[in-house]
């Protein structure tokens, strides 16, 4: 056969995008080590001011969704279509509850006057202004993944639906997997960073 | 056919008990957190954090089925990781 599909190629080219994503977010995890290391009470003190129970349930919802999606290419693989679907629109639900959760998070701080060049912060701790800046932008670059994670998992639960995914060919689903699992992975580092610093 | 060579299929049951491991380290890392370890504190709770991503990296993500390329372009950009972590905070604490 003549065009034959390489899947190990087209799965190490989703990891080498995956080793882009890693360095990215390691560049901004230098910044944060490096600033926590300059005002580590303010760093405390702006922790304490997130909701420690809303990040857990996040942690919670993607630990799941990450769970759902590795069962999802199981299922694919042992042909049990109507499984893999059920799953999948499992974790796309989870990354829209994620994404609720983290918008009354944010919503809540911003009624709270702390958000990038708002007054109190402006006004304030320079150490505080740094932390709630590192906030969103860590945060506000994750949660874009995780928009990022849904849309390719929404095209993956359709090409299983349309039958374009099955136990021979299954590529998307495992890139778009690998990606959610990152997201995940991710998160898994940014919640005790911000949420549980003392 | 021949490029299926590496499709292993881990079971439900088996992503489960990782999926329950994850929790209980969620669970240790949240209830660490109150308690005040003084300079352990990040360390403690970098240790656990790395601890999970381990499991979602062979699990989850397969990698522990996958072949050397990807193990070890992996291990690759971790290392790079490490030496930018590394030199950035080794400049920043002794300056």
């Known amino acids: ?198 | 056919m021949d490029s299926q060579e590496n499709n292993h299929i881990l079971s439900y049951t088996k992503l489960a008990i990782i999926l329950g491991i994850l929790l209980i380290l969620t669970g240790i890392t949240v209830a660490v957190s109150y308690r005040d370890l003084g300079f352990f504190n990040v360390p403690m709770a970098l240790a656990i954090a790395c601890t999970k991503v381990t499991f979602v990296l062979l699990f989850f993500m397969h990698l522990k089925y996958e072949g050397p390329i990807i193990n070890l372009s992996f291990i690759g950009t971790i290392s790079f990781l490490f030496i930018m972590i590394g030199f950035t905070f080794w400049d920043v604490a002794f300056r």
Request: aromatic fraction near 16%; glycine fraction near 8%; charged fraction near 15%.
């Open chain 1, 1 to 198: 056969m003549n065009n034959r599909i390489d899947k190990t190629g087209i799965k190490i080219g989703m990891w080498l995008f995956l080793y882009s994503e890693i360095i990215l977010f390691g560049g901004l995890f230098v910044l944060y080590a490096v600033y926590f290391y300059k005002y580590p009470e303010f760093f405390s003190e702006g922790g304490k001011e997130l909701n420690r129970v809303i990040g857990a349930a996040n942690t919670i919802v993607l630990l799941v969704s990450s769970f759902t999606v590795a069962a999802s290419i199981t299922a694919i693989q042992r042909k049990a279509k109507k499984q893999a679907i059920a799953f999948l629109v499992f974790s796309i639900l989870c990354g829209i509850i994620f994404l609720v959760n983290k918008y009354f998070e944010w919503g809540a701080k911003i009624h709270h006057d702390i958000y990038p060049n708002s007054e109190t912060l402006v006004s304030g701790e320079p150490g505080l202004n740094i932390f709630f800046g590192l906030y969103y932008v860590i945060t506000g670059l994750h949660g874009l993944h995780v928009i990022v994670g849904m849309t390719l998992l929404s095209i993956s639960l359709i090409l299983v639906m349309a039958g374009k995914v099955t136990e021979s060919s299954y590529s998307m689903l495992e890139n778009s997997g690998l990606y959610w699992h990152l997201v995940d992975l991710i998160w898994i580092f940014v919640f005790p960073l911000f949420y549980l610093v003392l």
